[in-house]
């Protein structure tokens, strides 16, 4: 690493550089995009988000935000109306006196499991001309490690640097996280480059970890890895709960005291998903095998996410006799987490279409979905009384905080069979034993 450059364990620390308002770039108004764009005009900076999706731009210039994100349409007002925040159409004119140009683009998962930087180099090579001497170009979106100094050599500039700056956002919570963070990581060959895109959060004062560019990069990998490993143990634990009569709920409330592994993770669930440990995993998994390293602990946590799918249809055949072929089941949730509208690598959904292959007739209620949602295998209504109604068992997928509120004595009046298979321990067994149900869980004892 270059001289002046501090490394992470010498530099962790509180809030720094000095607070300025910057003219900063948001290129792309996706899920990550859009709420870092918001968030920094809300720290007083001016901001221009662009994109290529001229309807869309049209939408958010409006205040109309389409993102399911509690906060996030209210920061986008409120910046409009401060006249902090402007969205415009493509990058290159929008860049033109940039400070610094986040890239914020698609990063999806190509072939071999690696990540498709398509996108993020066609931007870099739409703006390389157009960047202001001195800009910063930030990579926001999950890159492998190695992106930054691949992007060096295509912009071809030495008067602009090159900063990782990986984001930390849960869906359902994206405003709150990026407000509240737990650390901010800037990754640069360049310490100047790196101490102006953290002092951008100086008003945030979190501990700021500033390294070289790999570091940073591997950070997001290396945490999102670790969160998937750990959904993976706990999923295990469960499976061994049951065959040896355990409860998992209290094995977690015990190992969730312990400061050393801490209480979030150790839900047991059908799975892990969602648009980032699904393909953050596949990649460092692609990545290790680039450089000959053997990841046996990252496969072994794939391969475990996979079978939990087909462990929570297991419960439901076993739930309804030992067949599917015919059987009507109503299905509670179907987004990958309560509180978002996001289908993508959704547990709940796989476990639908894994128990839709089986020959089950699917009726299926998720709050933050509508009647319109096309190639599902299953028929999405509009209650959750409608998606019990007839069925031989009600299977909860998804934990929406109002599926612990539902009347189940007229759940149980509408089911055909009075059985709940709880994929996400959501549910109280002892109110659903009160309403003539039988409850099963996961790692738990059925109740009822």
């Known amino acids: 690493m270059p001289k002046g450059v501090a490394t992470a364990r010498s530099c962790a620390r509180r809030g720094v550089g000095t607070v300025f308002a910057r003219r900063i770039v948001v290129v792309g108004t996706g899920y990550v995009g859009l709420t870092t764009g918001a968030c920094l005009a809300s720290l007083g900076h001016r901001v221009v988000c662009s994109d290529v999706n001229a309807e869309k731009v049209a939408q958010l210039s409006r205040g109309e935000v389409r993102i399911h994100e509690p906060g996030l349409a209210e920061l986008v007002q409120e910046g409009i109306a401060a006249g902090r925040l402007e969205f415009v159409l493509g990058s290159a004119?929008?860049?033109?006196?940039?400070?610094?140009?986040?890239?914020?683009?698609?990063?999806?998962?190509?072939?071999?499991?690696?990540?498709?930087?398509?996108v993020v180099e066609s931007v870099a090579r739409e703006v390389r001309e157009v960047l202001p001497a001195g800009c910063v170009l930030v990579t926001k979106s999950t890159v492998p490690v190695g992106t930054s100094a691949r992007l060096r050599e295509l912009v071809g500039r030495p008067d602009v640097a090159v900063v990782s700056n990986p984001e930390f956002l849960r869906e359902g919570s994206a405003v709150h996280d990026f407000l509240n963070p737990d650390?901010?990581?800037?990754?640069s060959d360049s310490q100047d480059a790196a101490e102006r895109v953290a002092a951008l959060y100086a008003r945030l004062g979190a501990p700021t970890v500033l390294t070289d560019a790999a570091s940073a990069e591997m950070v997001k990998y290396a945490a999102n890895c670790f969160l998937a490993t750990k959904l993976s143990y706990v999923n295990a634990i469960a499976?061994?709960?049951?065959?040896?009569?355990?409860?998992?709920?209290?094995?977690?409330?015990?190992?969730?005291?312990?400061?050393?592994?801490?209480?979030?993770?150790?839900?047991?669930?059908?799975?892990?998903?969602?648009?980032?440990?699904?393909?953050?995993?596949?990649?460092?998994?692609?990545?290790?095998?680039?450089?000959?390293?053997?990841?046996?602990?990252?496969?072994?946590?794939?391969?475990?996410?996979?079978?939990?799918?087909?462990?929570?249809?297991?419960?439901?055949?076993?739930?309804?006799?030992?067949?599917?072929?015919?059987?009507?089941?109503?299905?509670?949730?179907?987004?990958?987490?309560?509180?978002?509208?996001?289908?993508?690598?959704s547990p709940a959904l796989e476990v639908a279409r894994l128990?839709?292959?089986?020959?089950?007739?699917?009726?299926?209620?998720?709050?933050?979905?509508?009647?319109?949602?096309?190639?599902?295998?299953?028929?999405?209504?509009?209650?959750?009384?409608?998606?019990?109604?007839?069925?031989?068992?009600?299977?909860?997928?998804?934990?929406?905080?109002?599926?612990?509120?539902?009347?189940?004595?007229?759940?149980?009046?509408?089911?055909e069979a009075p059985v709940v298979v709880d994929t996400r321990n959501h549910l109280d067994p002892d109110a659903l034993r009160r309403a003539g149900l039988s409850w099963r869980g996961v790692g738990r004892t059925p109740v009822g």
């Open 183 to 187: 650390r901010i990581v800037v990754g």
């Open 239 to 345: 499976e061994l709960c049951e065959r040896l009569g355990a409860d998992i709920t209290d094995v977690t409330e015990g190992m969730g005291y312990d400061r050393r592994i801490g209480q979030a993770f150790l839900q047991p669930g059908p799975g892990w998903g969602g648009s980032c440990l699904p393909k953050d995993t596949a990649a460092l998994l692609q990545v290790a095998e680039a450089v000959e390293f053997d990841f046996p602990l990252l496969q072994a946590t794939i391969s475990a996410n996979a079978r939990q799918r087909e462990r929570m249809v297991a419960k439901v055949v076993d739930a309804c006799g030992g067949s599917l072929d015919g059987v009507r089941l109503g299905l509670l949730g179907l987004t990958f987490k309560a509180g978002t509208d996001d289908l993508r690598d």
């Open 355 to 415: 128990l839709a292959a089986r020959g089950a007739e699917l009726v299926a209620f998720d709050p933050g979905l509508r009647g319109d949602e096309p190639g599902l295998p299953l028929t999405l209504v509009d209650d959750p009384y409608q998606a019990a109604k007839g069925a031989a068992a009600l299977v909860l997928l998804t934990e929406w905080q109002e599926f612990r509120t539902l009347d189940w004595a007229r759940v149980a009046q509408e089911l």
């Open 93 to 118: 004119g929008a860049v033109a006196d940039a400070e610094v140009v986040f890239l914020c683009v698609p990063t999806p998962m190509g072939s071999g499991g690696g990540a498709d930087l398509a």
